[in-house]
T-cell receptor, first 113, second 108 residues
Framework: DARVTQTPRHKVTEMGQEVTMRCQPILGHNTVFWYRQTMMQGLELLAYFRNRAPLDDSGMPKDRFSAEMPDATLATLKIQPSEPRDSAVYFC???????????FGAGSRLTVL | RKEVEQDPGPFNVPEGATVAFNCTYSNSASQSFFWYRQDCRKEPKLLMSVYSSGNEDGRFTAQLNRASQYISLLIRDSKLSDSATYLCVVNNNNDMRFGAGTRLTVKP
């Protein structure tokens, strides 16, 4: 059963610390998304990539967030410096070219104290 | 204004009830539409696609109204196991936007 793998599953950190979340999309999926979910805002699109190129990162606060795909098997989302308002569940999802079905990872639950 | 809007609920219904959720979207160029289901502390998973002519999958019926830019999901004969958050999704060239979700609780 093909899966999107995210690490870490849980992260507790202090304000000001750097946080890096990683995602391994399903092999052969060429579009990768980062979403953030909070009770207040629901599921927000932060950024997405196609064939490793960033297509849209307008949902991401640029001053502290950065997203990259160093290769086809790894997507990263970095927050530096982290703030308490960044506390949320961060989901990665991937999509095969020509398909419409998103497959999500289990999420990374971030708590910034 | 958010691109995809849903009534957050919660909807609390007894077993066997029929319940309907609506979702509106702002981008008239959107090409495809879906309903996802999310259980507590889990990731969203595809429930069903939404086709222009409307489509049914067992107790679930999805409809699309392009003119009014809304999508609906109807659940008939609701079961306890239907308790979850239902998210509508609007796709424009693989830019997949989610509504905030509607929470459903089905009670015995």
């Amino acid at each position: 059963d093909a899966r999107v793998t995210q690490t870490p599953r849980h992260k507790v950190t202090e304000m000001g610390q750097e946080v890096t979340m990683r995602c391994q999309p399903i092999l052969g999926h060429n579009t990768v998304f980062w979403y953030r979910q909070t009770m207040m805002q629901g599921l927000e699109l932060l950024a997405y990539f196609r064939n490793r190129a960033p297509l849209d990162d307008s949902g991401m606060p640029k001053d502290r967030f950065s997203a990259e795909m160093p290769d086809a098997t790894l997507a990263t989302l970095k927050i530096q410096p982290s703030e308490p308002r960044d506390s949320a569940v961060y989901f990665c999802a991937s999509l095969r070219s020509g398909a419409n079905v998103l497959t999500f990872g289990a999420g990374s639950r971030l708590t910034v104290l | 204004r958010k691109e995809v809007e849903q009534d957050p609920g919660p909807f609390n219904v007894p077993e066997g009830a029929t319940v309907a959720f609506n979702c509106t979207y702002s981008n008239s160029a959107s090409q495809s539409f879906f309903w996802y289901r999310q259980d507590c502390r889990k990731e969203p998973k595809l429930l069903m696609s939404v086709y222009s002519s409307g489509n049914e999958d067992g107790r679930f019926t999805a409809q699309l109204n392009r003119a009014s830019q809304y999508i609906s999901l109807l659940i008939r004969d609701s079961k306890l196991s239907d308790s979850a958050t239902y998210l509508c999704v609007v796709n424009n060239n693989n830019d997949m936007r989610f509504g905030a979700g509607t929470r459903l609780t089905v009670k015995p």
